[in-house]
């Protein structure tokens, strides 16, 4: 409750850093002149936030609107006033892309909080130390983020002069910890909004996804209509979330498959990995074991559960939690050679990072999959689902979302 109170009455500064009006307007001619143009919501957004002063600034994006767009721009536009802007988000996976689409040094909050709740374990990372007046900290899918180390990092910028933007949506998952820090900001100071849907191909898919987040049973109809909701027993779900996955990389669209649970992830990735030896002109399927108990062979996607900074693939990045991989190679030891879906860097993961984070990463959970974007996607549901994991779920594809 203390946490909270500081959180609130650190939104209500507006004693923070204001870049001039004018200067905000020309750097966001130049990125309409670059390629990079916003509409009328992500360039009100990117206003406020650069002139505002707040201390702390709340913005609510469903799920879709374009905020990366708007945080590419505000990025852009602080850096050309001279200031310095470093990003957080929930995972280390999900840092190292927010890194790439705003142009910032990025990382997780929870690196920052060890390092605060540990002095004696050495200095802190060089992006802490240069906090200071000139900096902006966005904090993305900020509704993700647990109450206690949402204040600390918080009281940290702010006495270091610096301010912060939170980005994120109450209406999606929430923190593990206790949360519901962006419902106190928003009741007592208010929030900006992204409204405007970027995503989907369908506007109709766009509004859809508004009622559901809202609750508004009716929102199913549009679902409905097009065959987007698929009923039957978990066994026939499973086949047919599998067998739709299946047809869309046939026809080289980017689907995912998810699910609520790590075991029906397992068994979807299992059923993955079979088809893929059961197609494969020369299939080797000997394999080792991974920590969800399915094998790995040479040609397996796979997914890292555990951030490893020991485990390099640069001068500068590391295995994370989330990164997806592809076998090349099985030693005698048991350790693995991998390359990065993205990036294609390589690197060796020791047997006992294998046996403990490494699974198979053809599907993955709905708490996984946030903030991530596809072509189409393909839910299985057991029907204990929350609204937020359900609205999460089906609003991560562009052309397409299903649910089983």
Excluded at 76 to 102: D, H, M
Aim: glycine content about 10%; some cysteine; charged content about 20%.
């Amino acid at each position: 409750l203390a946490a909270e109170a500081r959180i609130v009455a650190r939104a209500g500064q507006r004693n923070g850093r204001r870049l001039p009006g004018r200067a905000v307007d020309l750097a966001m001619l130049a990125s309409t002149a670059n390629g990079l143009p916003l509409n009328a919501g992500q360039a009100t957004l990117v206003r406020e936030m650069a002139t505002s002063g707040a201390r702390v600034q709340l913005a609510i994006a469903p799920a879709g609107a374009g905020k990366t767009t708007a945080m590419r721009a505000l990025a852009q536009v602080w850096v050309e006033a001279g200031g310095e802007v470093l990003g957080f988000a929930p995972s280390a996976a999900a840092a190292s892309i927010l890194g790439e689409n705003i142009g910032a040094t990025t990382d997780t909050m929870a690196k920052l909080t060890w390092h605060l709740d540990h002095p004696d374990r050495g200095a802190l990372p060089d992006w802490a130390q240069r906090i200071g007046p000139s900096t902006l900290v966005v904090v993305d899918e900020a509704g993700m983020a647990d109450t206690l180390s949402l204040d600390k990092v918080i009281q940290f910028v702010v006495s270091r002069g610096g301010s912060l933007r939170l980005i994120g949506d109450d209406q999606q998952l929430s923190a593990v910890g206790a949360g519901g820090a962006l419902r106190d900001i928003q009741a007592t100071h208010g929030s900006l909004h992204l409204t405007e849907l970027m995503r989907f191909a369908d506007p109709c898919e766009g509004a859809a996804s508004l009622a559901l987040r809202e609750g508004l049973p009716e929102a199913l109809g549009f679902y409905l209509d097009r065959d987007r909701v698929h009923v039957g027993d978990l066994a026939t779900m499973t086949d047919d979330v599998f067998t739709a996955w299946c047809q869309d990389r046939v026809a080289d669209r980017d689907a995912i498959m998810l699910a609520p649970t790590r075991d029906l992830v397992s068994e979807l990735n299992q059923r993955a990995r079979l088809h893929r030896i059961s197609t494969t002109d020369r299939p080797d399927p000997r394999g080792t074991t991974l920590s969800d108990g399915n094998l790995g062979s040479v040609g397996d996607t796979v997914i890292t559960r555990t951030n490893n900074r020991k485990l390099r693939t640069t001068a500068t990045d590391w295995v994370k939690n989330g990164d997806r991989w592809q076998i090349t190679a099985l030693r005698p030891n048991g350790s693995i050679r991998v390359r990065h879906a993205k990036n294609g860097r390589l690197v060796t993961l020791p047997a006992e990072y294998v046996a403990a984070s490494v699974e198979l990463g053809y599907a993955s959970t709905i708490h996984t999959a946030q903030g991530l974007t596809a072509d189409a996607s393909h839910t299985l549901l057991t029907g204990e689902e929350s609204r937020q994991l359900a609205y999460t779920a089906i609003t991560r594809g562009r052309h397409a979302n299903h649910l089983y």
